[in-house]
């Protein structure tokens, strides 16, 4: 099972914004809107930040925001804040038989 | 609220069975909008989904793990289980359970705090 590519890491001054990239294939990524982002922050359980492609679960900040073109998913945050410094890690569904995919992680350093 | 709790064995020796429990609590494990699953997360690497149930037992696998891995839920207890066989150091990990959103394959709304188990003689 391939897992989908992320970039190892990100960095971005707080205040900045910063992209951080998922692209997998017209099996995953492309083909289903089911794309969903998690942080997790050291010794913590992953939480949802984005779901199907661009949603924002109740609590989450809207300075959090995905999109997806192609086999790309991608997760913005805007105006960074030093708590958003964690790993990022993004999944897909895959079908019936592979349910879910997921992203080797980027590390987000507040610089 | 709806809190998430896995329990296990501290240590698993190299070819025997790991054998996890996640119990649930604050809502319904029977409700058809929720998957229960496991993610695992080896030491310093990245998330792997193991596994994941349907409350009337319907499973779906990490083809890379069928062969050894099985799923199943009680509902009379409010848990739902992984058993691994023939686990090497490869299967070190920190074992996260979970409920998942229908569909299939879409967000993982609730994660428990995590067990490490790790595979040594």
């Known amino acids: 099972q391939s897992a989908l590519t992320q970039p190892p890491s990100a960095s971005g001054s707080p205040g900045q914004s910063v992209t951080i990239s998922c692209t997998g294939t017209s099996s995953d990524v492309g083909a289903y809107n089911y794309v969903s982002w998690y942080q997790q922050h050291p010794g913590k359980a992953p939480k949802l930040m984005i779901y199907?492609?661009?949603k924002r679960p109740s609590g989450v900040p809207d300075r959090f925001s995905g999109s997806k073109s192609g086999n790309t998913a991608s997760l913005t945050v805007s105006g960074l804040q030093a708590e958003d410094e964690a790993d990022y890690y993004c999944t897909s569904y895959r079908g019936r038989d592979d349910l879910r995919v997921f992203g080797g992680g980027t590390k987000l350093t507040v610089l | 609220q709806v809190q998430l709790q896995e329990s296990g064995p501290g240590l698993v020796k190299p070819s025997e069975t790991l054998s996890l429990t996640c119990t649930v609590s604050?809502?319904?494990?029977?409700?058809?909008?929720?998957?229960w699953g496991w993610i695992r997360q080896p030491p310093g690497k990245g998330l792997e989904w193991v596994a994941s149930i349907f409350h009337r037992g319907s499973a779906y696998y990490n083809p890379s793990l069928r062969s050894r891995a099985t799923i199943s839920i009680d509902t009379s207890k409010s848990q739902f289980s992984l058993k691994l066989r023939s686990v090497t150091a490869a299967d070190t990990a920190v074992y996260f359970c979970?409920?998942?959103?229908?569909?299939?394959?879409?967000?993982?709304?609730?994660w428990g705090q995590g067990t490490l188990v790790p595979v040594s003689s």
């Open positions: 199907e492609v661009i």
């Open positions: 604050g809502d319904s494990i029977s409700s058809n909008n929720y998957l």
């Open positions: 979970a409920r998942e959103i229908v569909p299939p394959g879409d967000q993982i709304q609730v």
